[in-house]
């Protein structure tokens, strides 16, 4: 899948995957760790951010698009911020 390709589809398949994979496993000691799911064989990386993921992808020879979430959280980043 060329990154330009990816669709609503590919999240809403990765966040499938991710409800899945949260009921079988126990996240506890993995919050605030960033998990990469891939929307087309459903495998999940775990790892302490994205770019590592991205790393340990290429060091097994792998290019894949991923959806990142944070382990513990909606959303992987939130951009900006709130000022009080």
């Known amino acids: 899948m060329a990154p ?9 398949k990765a966040l499938h ?6 009921q079988q496993h126990d996240l ?4 605030g760790q960033t998990a990469g799911i891939d929307p087309v064989s459903g495998r999940i990386w775990v790892g302490p951010s994205a770019k590592a993921i991205v790393a340990q992808l290429a ?5 894949i ?3 990142f979430i ?3 959280s909606d959303v ?6 709130q000022r009080c």
């Open 76 to 81: 992987y980043l939130r951009k900006g911020y």
């Open 59 to 63: 060091a097994e020879g792998l290019t």
């Open 4 to 12: 330009n390709t990816w669709t609503k589809a590919h999240t809403e």
């Open 70 to 72: 944070r382990i513990g």
């Open 17 to 22: 995957y991710w409800e899945a994979y949260q």
């Open 28 to 31: 506890s000691p993995q919050q």
């Open 65 to 67: 698009p991923l959806y």
